[in-house]
T-cell receptor
């Protein structure tokens, strides 16, 4: 059974810090990996998608990397802001399936 | 830009009742996915449809069924509801072959079973 784990489970930082969120997956045949943001009780907003052939993707202050050989992805958030406070989920899709397998998320709080 | 539409947004049912959740994918998307997120848990894949045919199946109870219609919208039918079915149900859509299968999620339907 494929598993996705995220550490840390929770993170509280002051505004302005640069952050790294970690995601580990056991699937050796990954097709792509997506990072999502979820506000409490709300839907999932896709942040970045990395194909298995890519090493990283960038969008604004966000940068996601993928290392298939070690089964890891990181989400880097530069110059964090209070509005970044949310739960961040990574999810991987294998090559022989449609489904996304989600990690348990990192709950981020950025305080002023 | 158009997003995935789900209805209703909130639903309250009693045990043993039935519920129908609807999903309208982004225009030109041909694949629909259903996920269930219990309180404090990560989303779990239920079922997916590509071009109106079931394409993958996850941990979906036998009490649940789903289909995709000719206009690509999908419905998740849930019968004999149990308290444990209370969750946020997400629908996602994608266009196979475009952008490597990125899934776009709807806002979810919050189902409460009392």
């Amino acid at each position: 059974k494929q598993e996705v784990t995220q550490i840390p489970a929770a993170l509280s930082v002051p505004e302005g810090e640069n952050l790294v969120l970690n995601c580990s997956f056991t699937d050796s045949a990954i097709y792509n990996l997506q990072w999502f943001r979820q506000d409490p009780g709300k839907g999932l907003t896709s942040l970045l998608l990395i194909q298995s052939s890519q090493r990283e993707q960038t969008s604004g202050r966000l940068n996601a990397s993928l290392d298939k050989s070690s089964g890891r992805s990181t989400l880097y958030i530069a110059a964090s802001q209070p509005g970044d406070s949310a739960t961040y989920l990574c999810a991987e899709m294998g090559v022989d399936t449609d489904k996304l397998i989600f990690g348990t998320g990192t709950r981020l709080q950025v305080f002023p | 830009a158009a997003g995935v539409i789900q209805s209703p947004r909130h639903l309250i049912k009693e045990k043993r009742e039935t519920a129908t959740l609807k999903c309208y994918p982004i225009p030109r998307h041909d694949t629909v996915y259903w996920y269930q997120q219990g309180p404090g848990q990560d989303p779990q894949f239920l079922i997916s449809f590509y071009e109106k045919m079931q394409s993958d199946k996850g941990s979906i109870p036998d009490r649940f069924s789903a289909q995709q219609f000719s206009d690509y919208h999908s419905e998740l039918n849930m019968s004999s509801l149990e308290l444990g079915d209370s969750a946020l149900y997400f629908c996602a859509s994608s266009q196979i072959g475009l952008v490597g299968g990125e899934q776009y999620f709807g806002p979810g339907t919050r189902l409460t079973v009392t």
